[in-house]
């Protein structure tokens, strides 16, 4: 529980801080654009900024990606403390900027192949509702979606592991049991 109240408090203080730095604007600019949706107006226009902001925003979120990963293996795989945690993880994370980088740069192209696949997927699922039945769209569809986010989770836990092995794999917990096999 204390991890997650730490992380918390990171993630809200680290998007406070960038909100602050690069000015109020966009502050004054979320208001306006929540009262003129209230009223049923035209949004205003973007603040001055906003595209800085958001890239701010974005590195700070990959930042945290790579903190957050290696952090959490460091509490969960290694039973670390939270602070010793919360420092390995933001030394990791420091130290994994460029290939952090990499990632998310070819997950942004991997997402361009995917929605590639999606369309040729559609297709061929509304081809077979019309020449087959529209009811074997339901299953076919939920088969793929289902090993779409079994994939997707599989990716993802394999890089968290890696990127916290990368840093701390070598630490061994001095409290820690030996396993049990069955």
């Known amino acids: 529980m204390e991890f997650g109240l730490a992380n918390f408090v990171l993630y809200v203080g ?5 909100v602050l730095a690069t000015g109020w604007g966009m502050i004054g600019w979320y208001k ?4 003129a949706q209230a009223t049923h107006q035209l ?3 973007l603040a001055g900024g906003f595209w800085t902001n958001l890239v701010l925003l974005m590195v700070f979120g990959l930042w945290m990606m790579g903190y957050y990963a290696i952090s959490f293996g460091q509490v969960a795989l290694n039973r670390r ?3 010793g945690a919360i420092g390995d993880g933001m030394s990791g994370a420091f130290k994994n900027a460029l290939p952090l980088l990499v990632f998310a740069l070819s997950s942004l192209m991997l997402w ?13 699922l509304a081809l077979i509702a019309k020449l087959i039945s529209t009811a074997l769209m ?4 939920i088969v793929l979606y289902f090993a779409l986010l079994l994939w997707m989770f599989t990716v993802m ?3 968290m592991y890696h990127l916290w092995h990368d840093v701390c794999g070598d630490d061994t917990a001095t409290a820690m ?3 049990l096999m069955a």
Do not use: D, E, K, N
């Not at 680290?14 to 960038?18: E, K, L, P, S, V």
């Not at 306006?32 to 009262?35: E, H, L, R, S, T």
């Not at 361009?112 to 061929?124: F, K, T």
């Open 14 to 18: 680290g998007i406070a801080i960038i």
């Open 32 to 35: 306006q654009a929540v009262a």
């Open 43 to 45: 949004p205003p226009g």
């Open 81 to 83: 403390g939270v602070f």
């Open 112 to 124: 361009v192949v995917v929605l590639i696949a999606l369309i040729i997927v559609g297709a061929l």
């Open 138 to 141: 339901l299953p076919v569809f």
């Open 157 to 159: 836990f394999w890089v």
């Open 177 to 179: 049991p030996p396993s």
